[in-house]
């Protein structure tokens, strides 16, 4: 696996099986023992240190309290009364927001296993 990074900053721009051409000063380099379970949403997570090696980064209470609020934001919308959605899909979304509510409350620092996203139903 290849990971495209930022010279100065080291992060994480992009991974692939092979390198492909780009006009970004990033620069691809050889990532032999990245994860096999390894997901484009989590470059975040990773950095290529100025010790020429790939870390998992400590994710922050911060960065997870601002997650859970961004995706409170996102869904407001679902919890309005006249937008016609299905009881049983008022009550997952009323859930979900509810877990974000309680990561905004007591942020945890680390990796969180987010919840999906509940299917939209309309009546």
């Given at each position: 696996?290849?990971?495209?990074?930022?010279?100065?900053?080291?992060?994480?721009?992009?991974?692939?099986?092979?390198?492909?051409s780009?006009?970004?000063?990033?620069?691809?380099?050889?990532w032999?023992?990245c994860?096999?379970?390894?997901n484009?949403?989590?470059?975040?997570?990773?950095?290529?240190?100025?010790?020429g090696?790939?870390?998992?980064?400590?994710?922050?209470?911060?960065?997870n309290?601002n997650?859970?609020?961004?995706i409170?934001?996102?869904?407001?919308?679902?919890v309005?009364?006249?937008?016609g959605l299905t009881?049983?899909?008022?009550?997952?979304?009323?859930?979900?927001?509810a877990?974000m509510r309680?990561?905004?409350?007591n942020?945890?620092?680390?990796?969180?296993?987010?919840?999906?996203?509940?299917?939209?139903?309309?009546?």
């Amino acid at each position: 696996m290849w990971a495209l990074v930022d010279p100065y900053d080291f992060k994480i721009y992009d991974v692939s099986p092979d390198p492909y051409s780009h006009t970004s000063g990033a620069k691809w380099i050889e990532w032999p023992d990245c994860p096999d379970n390894f997901n484009k949403n989590d470059m975040t997570k990773w950095r290529y240190s100025d010790k020429g090696i790939f870390v998992k980064t400590i994710i922050s209470k911060e960065f997870n309290k601002n997650i859970a609020k961004q995706i409170i934001a996102d869904t407001d919308w679902s919890v309005l009364e006249d937008i016609g959605l299905t009881d049983n899909c008022k009550a997952e979304y009323i859930s979900y927001r509810a877990y974000m509510r309680n990561i905004i409350k007591n942020p945890i620092e680390g990796d969180i296993n987010w919840p999906d996203k509940p299917v939209t139903e309309y009546k």
